[in-house]
C-alpha cells in the first residue's frame, strides 16, 4: 500500500476526479477526509469508502470554510498528511460575458480556497514532511476562449504551487501540480449535453482533442495522484506535470 497510514483532505471529492482520487487513495492504505458541497453525493462515497473517509460538506467560497475542513480532518483522525486541491468551478466566460461577480467567485474557489486550505493544514503539514498536490488544467498554458476566468485562475493556481514549493522545500513541504487535459468525468458528460451535444458525444470527440481515441478517465488521473501523494516522488518539489494526451508545446491545433 503506497500511502498507508496517511490522512489525504481531497476537496470537491464527491465526483469526477475527486471521487476516483479519494477512491484510490483509500485503496492504498489512505484515510480521506472527503470534501464536497453535494450530500447524497457525499454519503454515497463515505458509505462506499467505509471508516477509511470522512465527510466534510462545506462551500469554498466562504473564507472560514479551509479552517473548518482542517479541524474536520483532525478530528476525524488526529493528523493531516496531504492536501488535495481539486475543487473547481469551470464557468463559460470570455472579456464580453464575464462579470466582477464571477470573476471573484471562481478565483475564491480556486485559488483563494488552496491557499488557505494550505495555510490552516501548514502546521500539520511541517510536522508531517506532508505534501500538497493541486489539481490544475493545461488550460492555464493560455486557455480556450471561453474560458477566460478558468484559465486566469488555473494560471494562478500553477504559480502558487511553485512559489510555496520554493518557499518551504526547507521545511519539508513538497507542493506539486498536474496540468490536466480533457477528462471525462460525469459532470463533463452532463455539460456537453446540455450544450447541445447528443447523449453519446464523447465516443466521436475528435482525433485532435483525443489522439488515443478516447478521453482520459478520472481513474487514471488518481492514478498519477498517488504517485505524487507518497513517498516515492519524495523530495521532489515544484512539478509542475501535463497529463494529456498530446504536447501542448508546439502542437499545431489543426492538424490530428
Known sequence: MRLKNKVIIVTGATTGIGRAIAERSVAEGARVLVHGINRTEGEDIVKQLGPAASLHLDDLVDPATPGRIVQA???????????????????????LTTTVEMFERTMAINVRAPIFLIQAAFAQLKAN???????????ALSGEATFLDYSTSKGALQT????????????????????????????????????????????????VYAPSGRLIAPEEIAAAAV??????????TGSVVELEQFSIYGRNPVKA
Open 160 to 207: 502558487l504551487s511553485r512559489n510555496l514549493a520554493n518557499a518551504h522545500g526547507p521545511d519539508r513541504v513538497r507542493v506539486n501540480l498536474l496540468n490536466i487535459g480533457w477528462v471525462l468525468t460525469p459532470r463533463e458528460k452532463e455539460t456537453q449535453r446540455a450544450q447541445g451535444q447528443p447523449d453519446d458525444w464523447y465516443t466521436k470527440v475528435p482525433a
Open 227 to 236: 504517485y505524487w501523494l507518497g513517498d516515492e516522488s519524495r523530495p521532489i
Open 73 to 95: 480532518a483532525l478530528a476525524a483522525y488526529g493528523r493531516i498528511d496531504a492536501i488535495v486541491n481539486n475543487a473547481a468551478i469551470v464557468p463559460r466566460t470570455t472579456i
Open 129 to 139: 514532511q506532508g505534501c500538497v498536490l493541486n489539481i490544475g488544467s493545461v488550460n
